[in-house]
C-alpha cells in the first residue's frame, strides 16, 4: 500500500493584511492546497506540523480550518495538527474541532498529542511546544504515552509529526531553540514501526536520521529562511513551499514543492513530451 501526505509547517496564518509588511501566509496556504488539488494526486492526509497561527489567535485558526477543511474533503483526506511554539493550546483546540475530528487526542486538555489513522498509516502529532518559550520539549507523561501506542505496530506502519526538529540546523537561531534532550525521545523510537518524522520550525527544508528514522524538516509554507544570509544575520526571504510525501513498500520519498508567484518557464504535455523522447 502507498500513501501520498502533503505536508505543510508554519503556515503563520493570520486574520487580515500581510505578515511582516509582505508576507501572504493564507494565499501560499490556498496556493499550496488549489495546488495539490488540481495535480490529481490521490492524497491520503494533509499533515500540519506546527506554527499553524502566527499569534494563537482563534479567528486566524478558524480561517486555516475552513481552507484547509474544504481541500480535505475535495480529496477524501484526513488531517493531522501538531502544535508550535507560535502556537495557544485551548484557541488551537477550539479553532480545529472540526479538522481533528477524526483524531484521537491523549487527554482532554493541555498538551495537544493525538493519533489519527490513514487507512493502516498511523500518524502521531505530539506537542513539543512549551508555553511562553520558543524550544521544543517532550515531558515524561508524553514520551510513556507514546511508548504505549507504538507497543502494538500499525498494519503499514507510523509516521511521527511534531514541530521541534531533533537535528542541528544551518541557522544559528534555530539550534538554541530546538527540541531538547532528542536523546529521550529516540529512546522510545528505537526499534518501533515509525517511518519517517516530521517536522518544521526553521523555515528551511533539511534531512537527517533519530534512532535510524528519516527526519524530514520541511520548508516555510509562509516565508523562507535564509539560509545564506550574510555573516552576523538573520533575513527571511518571500519564498513559500511544502512537501510531497510518498511511503511505500519500497520505502519513503519526501519532495520538496515550491510556490512559485512568476509563470512556468514550460508547461506541456506529459504524454506528448514522453512521446518524443521515448
Known amino acids: 500500500m502507498t500513501y501520498t501526505l502533503i505536508h505543510l509547517t508554519d503556515v503563520h496564518v493570520v486574520p487580515e493584511g500581510p505578515l511582516h509588511g509582505s508576507a501572504d501566509p493564507v494565499g501560499g496556504l ?24 502566527d499569534q494563537g489567535d482563534l479567528a486566524s485558526y478558524r480561517i486555516l480550518e475552513d481552507a484547509v477543511g474544504e481541500a480535505a474533503r475535495a480529496l477524501g483526506a484526513v488531517v493531522v495538527t501538531a502544535m508550535g511554539n507560535h502556537d495557544e493550546r485551548a484557541a488551537f483546540r477550539a479553532g480545529l474541532s472540526g479538522l481533528n475530528a477524526a483524531a484521537r487526542p491523549r487527554t482532554g ?6 493519533v489519527t489513522m490513514a487507512g493502516g498509516l498511523r500518524l502521531i502529532a505530539l506537542d513539543t511546544s512549551v508555553p511562553g518559550h ?7 507523561d508524553q514520551l510513556a504515552w507514546l511508548a504505549d501506542t507504538l507497543a502494538e505496530p500499525a498494519p503499514d506502519g507510523s509516521v511521527l509529526v511534531l514541530h521541534h526538529p531533533r537535528i542541528p540546523s544551518v541557522l544559528p537561531l534555530m539550534n538554541g531553540i530546538g527540541l531538547r534532550e532528542p536523546a529521550r525521545l529516540a529512546r522510545v523510537l528505537e526499534g518501533s514501526d515509525v517511518r519517517l518524522v516530521l517536522a518544521g520550525h526553521t523555515h528551511s527544508a533539511s534531512a537527517g536520521t533519530l534512532a535510524g528514522i528519516p527526519i524530514w524538516v520541511g520548508p516555510g509554507s509562509a516565508y523562507a529562511a535564509d539560509t545564506m544570509a550574510p555573516a552576523g544575520r538573520t533575513r527571511a526571504l518571500a519564498s513559500q513551499a511544502f512537501t510531497r510525501v510518498d511511503l511505500g513498500p519500497s520505502g519513503v520519498l519526501t519532495t520538496l514543492v515550491p510556490l512559485s508567484p512568476a509563470p512556468p518557464v514550460y508547461e506541456l504535455d506529459t504524454e506528448v513530451l514522453l512521446s518524443h523522447i521515448g
Request: charged share 25%; net charge negative; glycine share 10%.
Open 109 to 114: 486538555e493541555g498538551a495537544w498529542d493525538a
Open 134 to 140: 520558543h524550544h521544543g520539549e517532550l515531558d515524561d
Open 30 to 53: 490556498r496556493a499550496a492546497l488549489s495546488a495539490v488539488r488540481a495535480s490529481g494526486l490521490d492524497v491520503a492526509a494533509i499533515v500540519l506540523s506546527g506554527d499553524l497561527a
